[in-house]
């Protein structure tokens, strides 16, 4: 490669003029061309599951924006069901899996080795994707956190609070760390495997890490992060990893440096400057324009994102939302957004 690409110079800890930018959820319901090639695949998971199709909203808002990376259409919930788990999406309300409270229900799950079987498309999508992005794009792989996956098969749905899973783990600790540590040995076999058909960097998102807290978030959050980088920065050396312990909080000071990763990714709970004089010291952080401008735009989606990329001018950053795109949002402000970013 002649010229490194502009989000693998920020993970190896660069300060750019311009930072690179993408967005969580960029191939999505906002966008006409996702809504039309979704209804072309029928489901939401048969869209994850049909490589060509994946492939193809993934490249739309590439098309579309030009922007830096293509983050891997998928899902963070393909993982309990390559273990065994049913999983569905109720439209309008969310997904559904069958619930794993007992030992019974935990030794109904598959073993590690079985989650290829499932995943193929995935990694078909991933050999389209390599070979189709343009050679400035950089193209990530992701996995859901093992709490945060945790907290969907135990409940068997998105919770407002994380209840059931809290309550598993104080209930039946044992149970609850079993289920953690197969969701980590699975993650780190599929992220392994996006990596050997050309995932250039992968994340890890941990949506509802902010639920837990001191020791708990230390055990929960941290050590899975840290032991799934360990092994893929083993099995693969060099290896860029992108954390995000949404909503963290103080819990962030430090976590890339305990982890391992090279990239701390912030919602946007966290004020910029304070995360540039606490956080970006150990390096790049990606991150972290609340997602509403995307739907409210104006005068404020300048201002604030002017605000955010000035405040971590000084380091290396990644621009991007702090959380994903809202289906709500208009295609314009994102446009805009960009313009903002790069016109400096
Ligand atoms: O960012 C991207 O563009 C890559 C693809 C991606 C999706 N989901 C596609 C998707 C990624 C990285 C995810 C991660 C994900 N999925 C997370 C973690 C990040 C976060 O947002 O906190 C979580 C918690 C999930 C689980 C999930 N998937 C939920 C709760 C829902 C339903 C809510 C909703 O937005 O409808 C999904 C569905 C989903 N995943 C959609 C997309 C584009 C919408 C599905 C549709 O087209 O109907």
């Given at each position: 490669?002649?010229?490194?690409?502009?989000?693998?110079?920020?993970?190896?800890?660069?300060?750019?003029?311009?930072?690179?930018?993408?967005?969580?959820?960029?191939?999505?319901?906002?966008?006409?061309?996702?809504?039309?090639?979704?209804?072309?695949?029928?489901?939401?998971?048969?869209?994850?599951?049909?490589?060509?199709?994946?492939?193809?909203?993934?490249?739309?808002?590439?098309?579309?924006?030009?922007?830096?990376?293509?983050?891997?259409?998928?899902?963070?919930?393909?993982?309990?069901?390559?273990?065994?788990?049913?999983?569905?999406?109720?439209?309008?309300?969310?997904?559904?899996?069958?619930?794993?409270?007992?030992?019974?229900?935990?030794?109904?799950?598959?073993?590690?080795?079985?989650?290829?079987?499932?995943?193929?498309?995935?990694?078909?999508?991933?050999?389209?994707?390599?070979?189709?992005?343009?050679?400035?794009?950089?193209?990530?792989?992701?996995?859901?956190?093992?709490?945060?996956?945790?907290?969907?098969?135990?409940?068997?749905?998105?919770?407002?609070?994380?209840?059931?899973?809290?309550?598993?783990?104080?209930?039946?600790?044992?149970?609850?760390?079993?289920?953690?540590?197969?969701?980590?040995?699975?993650?780190?076999?599929?992220?392994?495997?996006?990596?050997?058909?050309?995932?250039?960097?992968?994340?890890?998102?941990?949506?509802?890490?902010?639920?837990?807290k001191g020791e708990a978030f230390r055990k929960y959050a941290l050590e899975p992060c840290r032991v799934i980088t360990a092994a893929?920065?083993?099995?693969?050396?060099?290896?860029?990893?992108?954390?995000?312990?949404?909503?963290?909080?103080?819990?962030?000071?430090?976590?890339?440096?305990?982890?391992?990763?090279?990239?701390?990714?912030?919602?946007?709970?966290?004020?910029?400057?304070?995360?540039?004089?606490?956080?970006?010291?150990?390096?790049?952080?990606?991150?972290?324009?609340?997602?509403?401008?995307?739907?409210?735009?104006?005068?404020?989606?300048?201002d604030e994102t002017r605000k955010i990329v000035k405040a971590f001018s000084k380091g290396p950053h990644i621009f991007n939302l702090?959380h994903g795109i809202t289906p709500d949002a208009d295609p314009d402000n994102v446009q805009r957004m960009i313009d903002t970013v790069?016109?400096?």
């Amino acid at each position: 490669m002649s010229e490194q690409k502009k989000i693998l110079k920020a993970l190896a800890g660069e300060t750019q003029d311009v930072p690179p930018i993408w967005m969580m959820r960029q191939a999505g319901r906002y966008l006409p061309e996702y809504r039309a090639t979704r209804a072309q695949a029928g489901d939401f998971l048969s869209l994850c599951y049909n490589p060509e199709l994946a492939a193809e909203v993934t490249l739309q808002p590439i098309r579309r924006y030009g922007f830096d990376a293509a983050i891997l259409f998928a899902d963070i919930l393909l993982i309990p069901q390559a273990l065994g788990a049913d999983l569905w999406f109720v439209t309008g309300e969310g997904p559904r899996l069958s619930t794993i409270t007992t030992q019974g229900d935990f030794d109904k799950l598959g073993p590690v080795s079985d989650i290829h079987e499932t995943l193929n498309p995935i990694y078909e999508t991933v050999k389209i994707l390599s070979r189709e992005l343009p050679q400035e794009t950089t193209l990530i792989g992701f996995a859901g956190a093992p709490w945060t996956v945790a907290t969907y098969m135990i409940a068997g749905r998105g919770t407002p609070d994380q209840g059931p899973a809290h309550a598993l783990r104080q209930e039946n600790t044992a149970l609850f760390e079993a289920l953690l540590d197969r969701i980590t040995a699975a993650t780190i076999e599929y992220l392994s495997a996006q990596i050997e058909v050309g995932a250039e960097v992968v994340k890890i998102f941990d949506s509802w890490a902010g639920s837990l807290k001191g020791e708990a978030f230390r055990k929960y959050a941290l050590e899975p992060c840290r032991v799934i980088t360990a092994a893929l920065k083993d099995r693969h050396p060099g290896i860029p990893v992108i954390g995000f312990p949404r909503e963290a909080g103080e819990a962030y000071v430090g976590f890339a440096k305990e982890t391992g990763i090279d990239c701390l990714a912030l919602d946007n709970s966290v004020a910029p400057d304070w995360a540039a004089a606490n956080l970006q010291v150990d390096g790049c952080v990606q991150g972290n324009l609340a997602s509403r401008h995307m739907v409210t735009g104006g005068q404020e989606l300048v201002d604030e994102t002017r605000k955010i990329v000035k405040a971590f001018s000084k380091g290396p950053h990644i621009f991007n939302l702090g959380h994903g795109i809202t289906p709500d949002a208009d295609p314009d402000n994102v446009q805009r957004m960009i313009d903002t970013v790069r016109e400096g």
